[in-house]
């Protein structure tokens, strides 16, 4: 499959991602042609999360059409994720951020990857690491915790359960959690999105004390281990994580540029 097919996969399944979200908390959403709006409303200033999906001819048309949308939604702050780099939002008091790619794996294990699930290892520095799927509140409460905190998400500060990810997420088709612990002490997790055509990988997160002891990498090892092997997986990249993603077999497929505003007035 080319880059361009596969890049498509990754923007499908972010949006499909976010539209699970919308119908965990009750979010109200939108779904054109190559574009998914999804209105965030943890709180009154929650941002709303905008996604292109498809390339597009004019940008000035998309532009307006995420005009309409935030009139509607009486739109504060928001975040918007466009992976073909044509659109100018300064118009709307956002700021460009820099640049991430976006990632993508072919179907098959992992090299040198867990065989077995739940996954439990020596750390490099002789501790014990486990991973395990959440598929209980307590256990899920745990990942949020560990994605609030170790990703992190300061909006979502102090944690409070529930506050960021719902249990309901579990009940959603498709979306499950992983959890690492390093001798049972929470250390990071992930979850994963499955849309029946891919695998995404979201929300990578390794809380500080234990940064650096190999967590990340297993805990995103086991998931794809045990989420859908057969299936391509995908993933948006930081800076930080993408040479740990290019181990793991991702090889870059674009990138995607984010617009965001933070304030009415920009």
């Keep these: 499959m080319n880059a361009h097919c596969r890049l498509e996969q990754a923007n499908d399944n972010a949006a499909a991602f976010w539209l699970s979200q919308a119908r965990a908390h009750g979010w109200q959403s939108r779904t054109r042609p190559g574009f998914t709006a999804v209105r965030c409303a943890r709180t009154p200033d929650d941002p709303h999360r905008l996604l292109v999906t498809r390339p597009y001819a004019e940008p000035a048309v998309l532009e307006q059409e995420l005009a309409d949308v935030l009139a509607a939604w009486s739109t504060v702050r928001f975040t918007l994720e466009d992976p073909y780099g044509g659109l100018d939002l300064t118009r709307f008091g956002a700021t460009r951020m820099p640049v991430m790619p976006v990632m993508t794996r072919e179907p098959g294990p992992v090299e040198g990857g867990p065989r077995t699930f739940p996954f439990v290892s020596g750390a490099p520095d002789g501790g014990l690491l486990t991973v395990d799927e959440a598929r209980d509140g307590d256990t899920f409460a745990e990942v949020e915790h560990a994605i609030v905190d ?16 719902p249990e309901w997420l579990l ?3 498709g979306c499950r959690a992983w959890l690492g612990r ?5 250390a990071g997790a992930c979850l994963t999105y499955d849309d029946g055509e891919a695998t995404g990988v979201y929300w990578v997160a390794t809380l500080p004390p234990h940064r650096g002891r190999g967590v990340a990498r297993v805990v995103v090892e ?7 092997p057969d299936r391509p997986a995908t993933l948006v990249a930081t800076a930080l994580g993408e040479p740990l993603y290019r181990k793991l077999g991702f090889t870059v497929q674009g990138r995607t540029c984010w617009w965001t505003r933070t304030s009415a007035g920009g």
């Design 150 to 165: 170790g990703f992190p998400l300061p909006a979502r500060q102090p944690w409070t359960r529930g506050g960021a990810l």
């Design 182 to 186: 390093l001798d049972g002490t929470t």
């Design 222 to 228: 086991t998931a794809l281990a045990a989420a859908h």
């Design 171 to 173: 009940g959603e088709p």
